[in-house]
DNA sequence: AACAATACATACTTTTTAGTAGGTATATTA
DNA sequence: TAATATACCTACTAAAAAGTATGTATTGTT
């Protein structure tokens, strides 16, 4: 007998997933540190600090978080182009978590160190 | 022109990546935030806590969990059987985090109330 | 006139993740 | 003896996410 699924909407009513929808991408969490840790990145800086993504994932990760008002994105009219992104108010406010979690994460991948 | 993918290797060096590779699951969030509610829930009580979560995911998913040692399970030699899961101290310690998360998400979703 | 620099866009393929549908095991109770 | 309760398992399919390869635009520089 399998279980049912409730067909939880769209409109996720738990704030933990809710959350975890807009910052759960493959890049999302680097992306938003790296922006805390430089203010202001450029499109190719950003590019360069994240060594193992690709142009089409940086865009479309760029997108997403600014559609999500976690990032702003600034375009300067100039030739060769120019576009600056940082945080926003609403994305600085997970900086503390992110900052969080990286500790955690450091903690972790000290105690593995040790087993080897 | 296209980027170089530096093949990133399986040992995340980043700490934030390695910390989102363990708790980035559709799931995940939510099992541990509830786990730490009810400090022990059995599997059926994790079911109905997520209605959307059908047995194939949920077995799954805490496996995964177990495996990076964020959650305790205890298995009863009863039948029916009876099986009790609990976060662990590592898991425990994503607690902070989880909480902040949730409630920068609270505060999303009433924002989001508002426009409306 | 060709080239460099920068920030993308897009069609297509592959990989990963999640969902469906069905099945198993066993002591207890009706 | 058949149903019940609980915690799974597994083969298969579908959907979502990520990766590959190639292309565009513009202006200053060589």
């Keep these: 007998m399998q279980k049912k699924r409730k067909e939880c909407p769209e409109v996720a009513t738990c704030s933990v997933d809710y959350a975890f ?64 992104y940082s945080l926003t108010e609403v994305g600085e406010e997970l900086i503390p978590f992110i900052t969080h979690l990286k500790e955690w994460g450091d903690k972790q991948l000290e105690r593995e160190q040790m087993k080897n």
């Design 21 to 84: 929808r807009r910052i759960g991408g493959k890049y999302k969490g680097r992306i938003l540190w790296y922006l805390h840790e430089h203010s202001i990145l450029r499109y190719g800086e950003l590019g360069r600090t994240l060594p193992d993504i690709t142009t089409k994932m940086l865009t479309q990760t760029l997108r997403e978080l600014e559609i999500d008002n976690l990032i702003n994105r600034k375009v300067y009219h100039e030739v060769p182009p120019k576009v600056e």
